[in-house]
């Protein structure tokens, strides 16, 4: 799901190529109300492998409470950016880009709020920007 479609026609040829087009559905979409009509149906409860988010970091938290209703026990979700430019580690005064600084405080919130959540089990992944892959275990 995506707000707009170009990344997800950007990636397509090389989908098809693939030959997995027939697995995807793209919903053109912001990702919260998609989210809550996917909750609305009991069944897609615990039914998912893996879910990887890589879209607004200011609603990341809100994404995790979803997704964590969504993921199956054993499943994983990966957060993209979770190092935020190494913004994360540096200090409150530290010379940012306005949009690294503004999304910051969003991220160093996810980032805790993970360390701390019991329903899952987290490791950093310390690759490009920093991917928090999160293992429901319960
Ligand atoms: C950094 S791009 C990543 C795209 C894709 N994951 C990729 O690697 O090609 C972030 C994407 O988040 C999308 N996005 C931003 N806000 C969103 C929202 N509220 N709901 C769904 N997608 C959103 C943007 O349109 C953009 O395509």
């Known amino acids: 799901m995506d707000i707009n479609r170009e990344n997800y026609e950007l990636g397509l040829p090389v989908i098809q190529k693939a030959g997995v087009a027939h697995k995807i559905e793209f919903k053109e979409s912001p990702a919260m109300p998609v989210?809550?009509?996917?909750?609305?149906?009991?069944?897609?409860?615990?039914?998912?492998?893996?879910i990887f988010?890589?879209?607004?970091?200011?609603?990341?938290?809100?994404?995790?409470?979803?997704?964590?209703?969504?993921?199956?026990?054993?499943?994983?979700?990966?957060?993209?950016?979770?190092l935020w430019n190494g913004s994360v580690v540096a200090?409150?005064?530290?010379?940012?880009?306005?949009?690294?600084?503004?999304?910051?405080d969003f991220v160093m919130?996810?980032?805790?709020?993970?360390?701390?959540?019991?329903?899952?089990?987290i490791g950093m992944l310390p690759v490009g920007d920093g991917i928090t892959?999160?293992?429901?275990l319960k």
Do not use: M
């Open 53 to 82: 988010v890589d879209a607004d970091k200011d609603n990341y938290l809100n994404y995790h409470k979803r997704l964590i209703e969504l993921v199956k026990v054993g499943g994983l979700i990966g957060y993209d950016n979770t």
């Open 133 to 136: 892959l999160c293992c429901r």
């Open 35 to 50: 989210l809550d009509e996917l909750l609305q149906d009991e069944k897609n409860h615990g039914s998912y492998d893996f």
């Open 91 to 104: 200090p409150a005064d530290a010379p940012l880009w306005k949009y690294v600084r503004y999304y910051r």
């Open 109 to 121: 919130e996810l980032n805790k709020a993970l360390a701390v959540d019991p329903r899952i089990e």
